[in-house]
């Protein structure tokens, strides 16, 4: 069964570093994603990103967040200069269309945990 | 505005007794349901999907749900649990012409032998 690959599973870095977590979504997606879960806190809507450009964003996702794809396959969450509070797990998804159905059906990734220290 | 209300954070039972997570929903529009299931060190599983089609939806691994539109509500059952049905349980909502999706908090199933 196809699957969305996420790297790393886990980074740590210091407080006003860059990171950049990256994805594989599955590769007939039109549609990707990035979600994260803070520690006891629920899974939160990051961005969507479509036809190369973002469609649409929570508030969260602030000046400090880009998401690129740069080639035919991946696709990359950056966050420009960490801060303790971006320590979570983000997940990366991907999915095809909405379908007959209008359900706009997800598949996750395992998820990269970034700890900010 | 969308919001989700799982219930319990913590559900025990014993092996081969039935499972009941709930899950409420609060949307403006014709929503559409999920539920999402984590295993330890693996990705969001969908288990199944309600929208708007037969309100009792079927998923994998024996669960289903019954869309309550009265009771805005969305609970997972299963007549008889796993042990490999252990894992992190999440209720999303998403509204028609938007991408983002809306988790519940969670509940963690614990099925005991």
């Known amino acids: 069964e196809p699957e969305v690959t996420q790297t790393p599973s886990h980074q740590v870095t210091q407080m006003g570093q860059e990171v950049i977590l990256r994805c594989v979504p599955i590769s007939n997606h039109l549609y990707f994603y990035w979600y994260r879960q803070i520690l006891g806190q629920k899974v939160e809507f990051l961005v969507s990103f479509y036809n190369n450009e973002i469609s649409e964003k929570s508030e969260i996702f602030d000046d400090q967040f880009s998401v690129e794809r740069p080639d035919g396959s991946n696709f990359t969450l950056k966050i420009r200069s960490t801060k303790l509070e971006d320590s979570a797990m983000y997940f990366c998804?991907?999915?095809?269309?909405?379908?007959?159905?209008?359900?706009?059906?997800?598949?996750f990734g395992a998820g990269s945990r970034l700890t900010v220290l | 505005a969308q919001s989700v209300t799982q219930l319990d954070s913590h559900v025990s039972v014993s092996e081969g007794t039935p499972v009941l997570l709930r899950c409420n929903y609060s949307s403006s529009y014709s929503p559409s349901l999920f539920w999402y299931v984590q295993h330890p060190n693996k990705g969001l599983q969908l288990l199944l999907k309600y929208t708007s089609a037969a309100t009792l939806v079927k998923g994998i691994n024996g669960f289903e749900a019954e869309f309550k539109k009265s009771e805005t509500s969305f609970h997972l059952t299963k007549p008889s649990a796993h042990m490999s049905d252990a894992a992190e349980y999440f209720c999303?909502?998403?509204?028609?012409?938007?991408?983002?999706?809306?988790f519940g908090s969670g509940t963690r199933l614990q099925v005991q032998p």
């Open positions: 998804a991907s999915s095809y269309d909405r379908g007959p159905s209008g359900a706009n059906v997800l598949t």
């Open positions: 999303v909502v998403s509204e028609t012409g938007r991408r983002a999706l809306t």
